[in-house]
């Protein structure tokens, strides 16, 4: 039971951390998004932030708890800072929209939460028996065990002496290792079901906004295809596809990379088809690349993601400098990249113990 | 991808991966019918974008002759499928069959084009193995087997040092670690992989000391072969192993006995030894 209203707790905290740092950043951004696409920024900004602060931490061996309680501090000025900025503009609205999400949505917004919930639930109620989840989850339970920032084998539990590139420059797995640690969650019931239905959630809203940009609007038709998304992830079986990972690996960042990463470029295409000069599509992007490095080191392959959907839109739209930020988004997984080889060759090593 | 390499496929290698990655589904195909119809008769300039990723992809990291000079360099072969995320085919073919329900005019017949485009995609698609079919509904809500729990109780309640060196058999030596980090499985995951046939995980030497000894204990423990009982002593003494859990229908109580090994208690799929080897 303790561990049920710990879940409940975490999911709802977490979701609100999300939405106020979305807020932020629209602010900041000056981004005219409704409350989806501010949710899904506030995600992306969020993991790209905390790739930042956290990498650093743990190459410089600070424990968890210290670098959960830097992260508390952050995530509370976080929420404040949305709290104030957006009281005004809420107060009045609140009332209005809802008519409005009514209007605009009809029957069709319940056919989408249905799918959603569902699409919760199987999250929820299923048992994963893969192999990988002994790295992934051992990682977030050994690193609150010894409260470190993965500097032991989660496989069995001796301190590494040097860190593995490939696993270290992501820090998603450190995320809910410091959730774990700052309200208590099992590390099991945070990957497996809290942060996983927030995945599940987001990567929805994305499908969401998507159908958005593609419909013009529509949101009864952006709704539908929601639905049929979900449909298809539900009926793409292979032990490869996207689906598969979604439904029953939720809790691995190489989830979030198809899930989430990967349609966000489509987003920022379509984006970018309808609002040619929009900065705004570039910056999100970015906080897309960063983010994708959170997930998984896989996000090596998301320069031909961004190069796939962006640089064709480029050309049609005639706005040659978008080559260029196209160039600047694809930085950090080159970054990673170069690191990745250096240690791979010897020229870098980056010590654990 | 398991079994499929760039050296034995050559550019026959992207199609049998993609054919891998999408096994009986068909939404490729309507992806494909998608794309062409835009190509045609497309006035959605929106559409253009799904146009935009097929060309990109196929001129790069789909082309057979890019894969297999440029690509078969960087060692991706494993991990090629990922590639297969990029292509927008599901929001593709979501989009598609949307416009096909918005089609008609009246409400009664897109409702009955709602649900004919979701039967066919019911019928063209593949269901998920574990999730559509035979879910595998978790027993309890950190999603590992219950008697895991009672088994790590078993073991704290004994243990005398911290970070109990245990043996688990299979079902229970990748999980525990998720579950109870302060516990130590003496099998490494990666050995018992490679033993199982798989050098996915990673290739051993099996000439060396560490090999060997872990192959004395899984071939015990997990494989039900009890030829080599001294094997199996010695490599309980050199790995400091406390505690060997096994499965309660191992057949293995008599060996384990034998071999130095005290039962101390029974969960309801498992026994619990603790090992006293003596001097």
Same mark, same amino acid.
């Given at each position: /039971?303790?561990?049920?209203?710990?879940?409940?707790? #975490?999911?709802?905290?977490?979701?609100?951390?999300?939405?106020?740092?979305?807020?932020? !950043?629209?602010? *900041?951004?000056?981004?005219?998004?409704?409350?989806?696409?501010?949710?899904?920024?506030?995600?992306?900004?969020?993991?790209?932030?905390?790739?930042?602060?956290?990498?650093?931490?743990?190459?410089?061996?600070?424990?968890?708890?210290?670098?959960?309680?830097?992260?508390?501090?952050?995530?509370?000025?976080?929420?404040?800072?949305?709290?104030?900025?957006?009281? %005004?503009?809420?107060?009045?609205?609140?009332?209005?929209?809802?008519? %409005?999400?009514?209007? @605009?949505?009809? *029957?069709?917004?319940?056919?989408?939460?249905?799918?959603?919930?569902?699409?919760?639930?199987?999250?929820?109620?299923?048992?994963?028996?893969?192999?990988?989840?002994?790295?992934?989850?051992?990682?977030?339970?050994?690193?609150?065990?010894?409260?470190?920032?993965?500097?032991?084998?989660?496989?069995?539990?001796?301190?590494?002496?040097?860190?593995?590139?490939?696993?270290?420059?992501?820090?998603?797995?450190?995320?809910?290792?410091?959730?774990?640690?700052?309200? #208590?969650?099992?590390?099991?019931?945070?990957? $497996?079901?809290?942060? +996983?239905?927030?995945?599940?959630?987001?990567?929805?809203?994305?499908?969401?906004?998507?159908?958005?940009? /593609?419909?013009?609007?529509?949101?009864? %038709?952006?709704?539908?295809?929601? &639905?049929?998304?979900?449909? /298809?992830?539900?009926?793409?079986?292979?032990?490869?596809?996207?689906?598969?990972?979604?439904?029953?690996?939720?809790?691995?960042?190489?989830?979030? =990379?198809?899930?989430?990463?990967?349609?966000?470029?489509?987003?920022?295409?379509?984006?970018?088809?309808?609002?040619?000069?929009?900065?705004? &599509?570039?910056?999100?992007?970015?906080?897309?690349?960063?983010?994708?490095?959170?997930?998984?080191?896989?996000?090596?392959?998301?320069?031909?993601?961004?190069?796939? #959907?962006?640089?064709?839109?480029?050309?049609?739209?005639?706005?040659?400098?978008?080559?260029?930020?196209?160039?600047?988004? /694809?930085?950090?997984?080159?970054?990673?990249?170069?690191?990745?080889?250096?240690?791979?060759?010897?020229?870098?090593?980056?010590?654990?113990? | 991808?398991?079994?499929?390499?760039?050296?034995?496929?050559?550019?026959?290698?992207?199609? &049998?991966?993609?054919?891998?990655?999408?096994?009986?589904?068909?939404?490729?195909?309507?992806? =494909?019918?998608?794309?062409?119809?835009?190509?045609?008769?497309?006035? $959605?300039?929106?559409?253009?974008?799904?146009?935009?990723?097929?060309?990109?992809?196929?001129?790069?990291?789909?082309?057979?002759?890019?894969?297999?000079?440029?690509?078969?360099?960087?060692?991706?072969?494993?991990?090629?499928?990922?590639?297969?995320?990029?292509?927008?085919?599901?929001?593709?073919?979501?989009?598609?069959?949307?416009?096909?329900?918005?089609?008609?005019? $009246?409400?009664?017949?897109?409702?009955?084009?709602?649900?004919?485009?979701?039967?066919?995609?019911? !019928?063209?698609?593949?269901?998920?193995?574990?999730?559509?079919?035979?879910?595998?509904?978790?027993?309890?809500?950190?999603?590992?087997?219950?008697?895991?729990?009672?088994?790590?109780?078993?073991?704290?309640?004994?243990?005398?040092?911290?970070?109990?060196?245990?043996?688990?058999?299979?079902?229970?030596?990748?999980?525990?670690?998720?579950?109870?980090?302060?516990?130590?499985?003496?099998?490494?995951?990666?050995?018992?992989?490679?033993?199982?046939?798989?050098?996915?995980?990673? %290739?051993?030497?099996?000439? +060396?000391?560490?090999?060997?000894?872990?192959?004395?204990?899984?071939?015990?423990?997990?494989?039900?072969?009890?030829?080599?009982?001294? $094997?199996?002593?010695?490599?309980?003494?050199?790995?400091?192993?406390?505690?060997?859990?096994?499965?309660?229908?191992?057949?293995?109580?008599?060996?384990?006995? @034998?071999?130095?090994?005290?039962?101390?208690?029974?969960?309801?799929?498992?026994? !619990?030894?603790?090992?006293?080897?003596?001097?």
């Amino acid at each position: /039971m303790k561990e049920l209203i710990l879940a409940c707790a #975490g999911f709802v905290i977490e979701g609100v951390v999300f939405y106020a740092a979305g807020s932020v !950043v629209s602010r *900041i951004l000056k981004l005219k998004a409704d409350r989806t696409l501010t949710f899904i920024v506030g995600y992306l900004a969020y993991f790209s932030v905390f790739e930042l602060m956290i990498v650093p931490m743990t190459l410089k061996w600070v424990s968890l708890t210290t670098a959960g309680r830097i992260w508390a501090v952050l995530m509370v000025l976080c929420v404040m800072a949305a709290f104030f900025l957006g009281k %005004k503009n809420e107060k009045d609205k609140w009332r209005s929209n809802l008519q %409005k999400v009514w209007e @605009n949505h009809s *029957i069709m917004l319940a056919v989408a939460g249905i799918a959603i919930v569902v699409q919760c639930l199987i999250v929820i109620f299923y048992q994963d028996t893969t192999l990988d989840a002994t790295y992934y989850v051992g990682n977030v339970s050994t690193s609150v065990y010894t409260d470190t920032l993965a500097r032991y084998n989660p496989y069995n539990g001796v301190i590494l002496k040097k860190f593995k590139a490939r696993y270290i420059f992501s820090a998603y797995p450190m995320n809910n290792a410091v959730w774990c640690r700052l309200l #208590g969650i099992h590390p099991l019931v945070q990957t $497996k079901t809290v942060m +996983s239905c927030i995945n599940v959630i987001t990567a929805n809203l994305i499908i969401y906004q998507i159908g958005k940009k /593609m419909f013009e609007d529509d949101r009864k %038709k952006a709704d539908l295809m929601v &639905v049929f998304v979900c449909i /298809m992830q539900l009926f793409s079986g292979t032990i490869y596809s996207a689906g598969t990972f979604f439904f029953t690996r939720s809790y691995e960042g190489k989830t979030l =990379l198809a899930n989430i990463a990967i349609p966000m470029v489509l987003l920022c295409a379509l984006w970018l088809l309808r609002e040619k000069t929009s900065r705004n &599509v570039w910056a999100v992007l970015f906080l897309t690349a960063v983010s994708a490095l959170t997930f998984s080191g896989s996000a090596i392959i998301f320069p031909v993601a961004i190069a796939a #959907g962006m640089i064709p839109v480029v050309l049609w739209n005639r706005k040659f400098s978008g080559l260029f930020y196209c160039g600047l988004c /694809m930085l950090p997984s080159v970054a990673y990249a170069i690191v990745f080889f250096a240690t791979k060759l010897k020229w870098l090593t980056l010590a654990a113990s | 991808m398991a079994g499929v390499t760039l050296k034995e496929l050559g550019l026959q290698f992207v199609k &049998v991966c993609m054919e891998t990655y999408w096994g009986s589904c068909w939404y490729p195909l309507l992806f =494909l019918i998608g794309v062409l119809c835009t190509l045609i008769w497309g006035r $959605k300039k929106n559409a253009m974008v799904f146009i935009g990723y097929t060309a990109f992809l196929a001129l790069t990291v789909y082309n057979p002759i890019v894969v297999k000079y440029i690509l078969s360099r960087v060692k991706f072969e494993t991990e090629y499928y990922r590639f297969f995320w990029i292509l927008p085919v599901i929001p593709a073919v979501a989009y598609y069959a949307v416009r096909l329900v918005s089609a008609p005019g $009246k409400k009664w017949l897109k409702f009955f084009m709602a649900l004919l485009v979701t039967a066919a995609l019911v !019928v063209l698609g593949n269901p998920l193995q574990g999730v559509i079919t035979d879910f595998a509904r978790a027993e309890n809500i950190y999603k590992i087997p219950n008697d895991l729990r009672a088994v790590c109780d078993v073991i704290h309640q004994n243990q005398e040092g911290t970070l109990p060196h245990v043996v688990f058999e299979s079902s229970l030596n990748n999980v525990v670690r998720q579950y109870d980090a302060g516990i130590r499985p003496v099998i490494n995951r990666n050995v018992s992989i490679y033993r199982a046939g798989s050098t996915v995980a990673g %290739k051993f030497k099996e000439d +060396s000391n560490y090999y060997k000894i872990q192959k004395a204990l899984l071939d015990v423990i997990d494989y039900h072969m009890y030829e080599e009982p001294d $094997k199996f002593r010695r490599a309980l003494r050199s790995t400091t192993t406390e505690f060997v859990v096994t499965s309660t229908d191992a057949g293995n109580y008599e060996f384990l006995v @034998n071999a130095g090994c005290v039962l101390i208690a029974q969960t309801e799929s498992h026994y !619990v030894y603790r090992v006293e080897l003596g001097e």
